[in-house]
């Protein structure tokens, strides 16, 4: 018995590079159209070299596509009470459209990581609100190369529930592409 492979290089970069160019063109359009810029608020609880440098790439990323965005650095030692004082600061702001925390907490948490998008996601027919990005990007890089995926066996190697999870929930239910298609329109 014989099996046949085969192997294509996907470069997620360029692919991230054109949907920055589509996002970025949405961001000029909601601009010119309603005058409301996006704004994306960071809040980053104490001084982790690996989460300076996600919350400074997120920024650099708000910059390229022309999302405005805010950003709280808090000390280590700062209280659950000061922390959530800060979002809802953040939440009231009519400028914010999102606030991503590095603890993900309910309101308006775009990472995709609070329990009741976690449950949507596992629950086949239930959209989430929201998908864990690296996990979406993953599918997005399938979806734009055209590699179908339905009927086909896959395997995630990352067990995280930041990414391995999520990547295979969204490997077991083909409806997420659905989603995932609605960026190109």
């Known amino acids: 018995m014989t099996t046949e492979t085969s192997s294509k290089l996907l470069d997620g970069k360029l692919i ?8 970025a063109g949405e961001i000029d359009g909601i601009k010119k159209s309603t005058g409301i810029v996006p704004g994306l608020a960071v809040i980053l609880v104490g001084s982790r070299k690996d989460s300076q440098t996600y919350v ?14 805010y950003e709280a650095n808090l000390p280590e030692d700062y209280s659950k009470e000061e922390v959530i004082k800060h979002i809802s600061k953040f939440n009231s702001n009519h400028s914010i459209h999102g606030i991503l925390i590095q603890l993900p907490l309910p309101r308006k948490n775009v990472d995709g990581f609070h329990p009741l998008n976690i449950g949507c996601l596992a629950m086949q027919g239930k959209e989430p609100l929201f998908v864990r990005c690296m996990s979406k990007g993953c599918m997005e890089l399938l979806h734009r190369y055209e590699i179908e995926i339905k009927g086909k066996r896959a395997v995630v190697i ?19 592409l659905t989603l995932l298609s609605l960026f190109e329109q």
């Not at 991230?16 to 996002?23: A, G, P």
């Not at 400074?56 to 965005?69: F, L, Q, R, T």
Request: glycine share 4%; charged share 25%.
């Open 56 to 69: 400074c790439n997120k920024k650099k990323a708000c910059e390229d596509v022309g999302n405005a965005s």
């Open 16 to 23: 991230t590079n054109k949907i920055r160019d589509i996002i």
């Open 158 to 176: 990352e067990r995280s529930n930041f990414v391995g999870m999520p990547a295979a929930l969204l490997l077991r239910f083909p409806f997420v």
